[in-house]
């Protein structure tokens, strides 16, 4: 079945639907049992007389509860957590040059795509906001069969070898004698593991940053992380790396910020993502390709075939070649965001692998993986996981087959079925391994091209702002504060100073401790008789000492689409006020909710009656991303009095959010913390200090409030203007 075209309702995998139900649309339908007997009563059980035992030959009973009793079935061993999404991909820079893949050629075609976030190290009702790393993983659904491109929102990862994948993974889950704690990083096991291991510094240096907590999933970059192959028409191949590029930036929130979230709103990435689909503000990120021709493999300090690297964009730009478009919501969430089945080894004609340790151990996990969780080889029939393309081969049988291979041929080569199915030729798109050449021994070694685990660490941590490395300091004072073992943190320590010893330093004064004169290096993967300093990296033209694409200081800043942001108020506000900045941030796209003492409707001070979308009750200031205070006495009364209100703008502050006041409305922010901060400029003027804005013009307030919260946040009032929430 070919793509759907461009123009026509949104692509979709319409196989999914075969089996769906509509129990919206179910209209004058009977309840029957699973074997379509209909039933009269499925809220009483089978009982001996009113009063009397239940009956064993209850049959409508014992299905009803033995479906029930196994309606759960294993969560993935990693990123068991997760939301997922459909959408489409569309080309607008063919690929031809470099590779054969279909859907890499046509600009024409649009291909359905099915998109599942994650978090790695919690369980499946585990908070959104755990500092961790996130899945990505799209599944392309290509005329040409599936494409699975399986990453996270960092370019890198904590091993280069996939054996060491159990090990890195069991660190970081739950200690297991007591289960504790869940989706965090920070307790012994994990820092014991990373301090010995230190190929996972870079990663580390990623995990403690901001990118650890996204603000919301359509806010992350992505990334293939591997260095694969591209080969195109002519058999002539290049490496590539693959990165998703948010059109709405790249943004996070604080760290005390994620903690209180997830008490308020475990599922709030969740419930952004659905949010976001449902109100008609589709995801979308550009497609991206950084290109190394073949001849150049060994031109950089580091390994291409080292996953714990990165190529900088400043060396290598990425080429944006397409759009991706999130536009539906799951149906059901067991059927497609439970169900789906990624698999790093879902490849098609022009896409190939490398030899990365780390990617080559991923091909045996991911299927092995499917057969626990799924229960069997069949998970391809599954119909999310099902190509559009058509299947055919000689597989049969198993746990949960659903296709009925019809004839008595069930091999190749067979004449009983007239030879079918044919083996695709290389004219026929059948897909052919690139014919790298291999002349070795076999050995269990990392290469020493390896053995360089400090450099790309220490450049990640040079390119951050300001306030980024302050939230790393942060993260690893709270990381190692909680870790029990005193010689983790020392061993921690001695792994940081060689990635900066001002960050060392800074960790240490934290934690009490002081680093040792003479910190060995410690990198495991060495051999032991080796002097270290013999595997640093040889500089090469064009190293860098900062790249500054790896900020996210440097993001986009230049819109407010999606954005949420509360309007406090009470009975007696002014409804002119509220309504001119209400408009004005619906205008750019924004979501508004008006949050008072108590739900229904507020009195404006010229007697409107306004709806209230939410109670001071049931929100925080740390689900949204700025707040506007409207003027009018009562209003202004009534708020200043309500400590949830105080206590909202004081945590908004804290969080270098941007709060507006318009009016008499500068009153209540002189209840709060921060007062003394404010700009002591009361005349009419509008006056913005550090997201600040405070004025009698609602209309010029709105002006700047717009320009502040697409700054996202004024983190630069964060160290020296710190107050409590
Ligand atoms: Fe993995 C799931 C990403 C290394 C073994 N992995 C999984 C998912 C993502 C990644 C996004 C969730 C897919 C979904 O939403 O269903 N994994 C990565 C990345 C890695 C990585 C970016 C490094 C570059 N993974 C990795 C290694 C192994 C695995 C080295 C084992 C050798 N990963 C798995 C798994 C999972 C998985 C156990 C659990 C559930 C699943 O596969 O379907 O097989």
């Given at each position: 079945m070919p793509n759907k075209k461009a123009g026509t309702e949104p692509a979709d995998n319409e196989k999914i639907k075969d089996l769906s139900i509509n129990t919206e649309t179910a209209d004058g339908q009977f309840m029957t049992t699973n074997h379509g007997v209909r039933i009269n009563d499925d809220q009483n059980s089978l009982k001996a007389g009113p009063r009397g035992a239940t009956l064993l030959e209850d049959f409508i009973f014992r299905e009803k509860m033995t479906h029930f009793d196994h309606e759960r079935i294993p969560e993935?061993?990693?990123?068991?957590r997760g939301s997922a999404a459909h959408g489409v991909f569309k080309l607008f820079k063919p690929l031809g040059e470099f590779t054969k893949a279909g859907f890499l050629n046509d600009t024409e075609i649009e291909t359905p795509v099915f998109v599942r976030f994650s978090t790695v190290a919690g369980s499946r009702g585990s908070s959104d906001l755990a500092r961790d790393v996130r899945g990505f993983a799209v599944k392309f659904y290509t005329q040409e069969g599936n494409f699975d491109l399986v990453g996270n929102n960092m370019p890198v990862f904590f091993i280069q070898d996939s054996i060491k994948f159990p090990d890195v993974i069991h660190a970081v889950k739950p200690e297991p004698h007591n289960e504790i704690p869940q989706a965090a990083s920070a307790h012994d096991t994990f820092w014991d593991f990373v301090s010995q291991n230190t190929e996972s510094t870079h990663m580390i240096m990623w995990a403690m940053s901001d990118r650890a907590l996204p603000r919301s999933f359509r806010m992350m970059e992505g990334f293939g992380v591997h260095t694969f192959r591209l080969v195109n028409a002519e058999g002539v191949a290049c490496f590539v790396k693959f990165h998703w590029k948010p059109l709405l930036g790249v943004h996070s929130v604080a760290w005390d910020e994620a903690q209180n979230i997830s008490g308020k709103d475990a599922d709030f990435h969740r419930r952004d993502l659905y949010d976001a689909i449902e109100n008609g503000d589709f995801p979308e990120w550009e497609f991206g390709v950084q290109i190394v021709p073949e001849e150049d493999e060994h031109k950089y300090e580091f390994d291409l075939l080292d996953p714990t690297k990165l190529i900088p964009e400043e060396l290598v730009p990425v080429m944006r070649i397409g759009k991706m478009t999130l536009n539906r919501n799951p149906d059901n969430f067991f059927a497609e965001t439970e169900q789906v089945a990624f698999h790093i080894g879902h490849i098609v004609p022009g896409i190939d692998f490398t030899n990365d340790p780390l990617l080559q151990g991923r091909l045996f996990s991911y299927t092995d993986t499917q057969l626990s969780r799924l229960g069997g080889p069949n998970f391809h029939e599954i119909p999310i996981n099902r190509p559009i393309a058509p299947v055919h081969n000689n597989q049969r049988d198993g746990i949960h087959r659903m296709t009925i291979n019809k004839g008595k041929s069930s091999y190749n080569p067979n004449t009983t079925g007239g030879g079918c199915p044919f083996q695709a030729g290389k004219m026929d798109g059948g897909f052919t391994s690139y014919a790298e050449k291999i002349d070795a021994n076999k050995i269990r070694e990392r290469s020493?091209?390896?053995?360089?685990?400090?450099s790309q660490a220490t450049l990640f941590f040079n390119s951050q702002s300001d306030p980024e490395k302050n939230h790393m300091v942060d993260a690893l004072r709270f990381e190692l504060g909680k870790v029990e073992t005193e010689a983790i943190r020392l061993r921690m320590l001695m792994v940081l100073n060689q990635v900066d010893k001002g960050l060392a330093a800074q960790v240490a004064y934290g934690l009490g401790m002081h680093i040792p004169e003479t910190p060995e290096l410690?990198?495991?993967?060495?051999?032991?008789?080796?002097?270290?300093?013999?595997?640093?990296p040889v500089k090469k033209e064009g190293s860098l000492t900062e790249s500054p694409a790896l900020s996210m200081a440097n993001t986009i800043k230049d819109s407010i689409r999606t954005r949420k942001i509360a309007i406090l108020a009470a009975d007696g506000v002014m409804e002119a006020e509220l309504t001119t900045v209400k408009n004005s941030l619906l205008a750019q796209g924004a979501m508004v909710d008006v949050i008072a003492p108590r739900l229904g409707t507020i009195t404006g001070a010229t007697s409107t009656q306004i709806t209230v979308d939410k109670s001071l009750l049931t929100v925080a200031s740390v689900l949204y991303d700025a707040v506007y205070v409207p003027g009018g006495a009562n209003s202004v009364a009534t708020l200043e009095a309500e400590a949830d209100a105080i206590h909202f703008l004081n945590e908004a502050y804290k969080h270098c959010k941007a709060i507006a006041a318009t009016g008499d409305a500068l009153q209540v922010l002189e209840a709060t913390y921060f007062a003394k901060k404010l700009p002591e400029d009361n005349s009419d003027a509008t006056v913005m200090r550090e997201g600040v804005i405070i004025g009698t013009d609602a209309g010029n307030v709105a002006k700047q409030f717009i320009a502040a919260i697409a700054q996202h946040r004024f983190w630069e009032r964060e160290k020296p203007r710190k107050i409590p929430a």
């Open positions: 993935r061993i990693v990123h068991a020493p091209s390896f053995f360089d685990h400090f410690i990198n495991l993967s060495i051999p032991a008789d080796a002097d270290p300093l013999s595997y640093q």
